[in-house]
């Protein structure tokens, strides 16, 4: 069983910055194939990719956010990371984890309960 852990949520400022992390608990195997992401919900809308870095470290970012948050991955620690700076009210939202891997007959897929973000002065 594998259970992905996120931290680094809380209150800022509008302009402030947080790092979220997410570690995966469990067993885990080859890792570094996995594509990993951050996800975002609000009450009343669906729930929105962030951020993903693929098993070659390719990243996409969602319009919202380019220029001001950046993903990285640690594989040896098996944790992903989103550095978020010039926070906005906007950005107000629970934010989970995704590891996922399509593999030739199977597909892991394993998400976060997710970490409360506010941005409000």
């Known amino acids: 069983q594998v259970q992905l852990v996120e931290s680094g949520g809380g209150l800022v400022q509008p302009g402030g910055s947080l790092r979220l992390s997410c570690a995966a608990f469990g067993i885990i195997f080859a890792i570094h194939l996995y594509d990993l992401g951050w996800y975002r919900q609000t009450p009343g809308k669906q729930r929105e990719m962030v951020a993903s870095i693929s098993g070659g470290d390719i990243t996409n970012y969602a319009d919202s956010v380019k220029g001001r948050f950046t993903i990285s991955r640690d594989n040896a620690k098996r944790t992903v990371y989103v550095q978020m700076n010039s926070l906005q009210p906007e950005d107000t939202a629970v934010y989970s984890c995704?590891?996922?891997?399509?593999?030739?007959?199977?597909?892991?897929?394993?998400w976060g309960k997710g970490t409360l973000v506010t941005v409000s002065s």
């Open positions: 995704n590891f996922r891997r399509v593999g030739y007959n199977s597909v892991m897929d394993y």
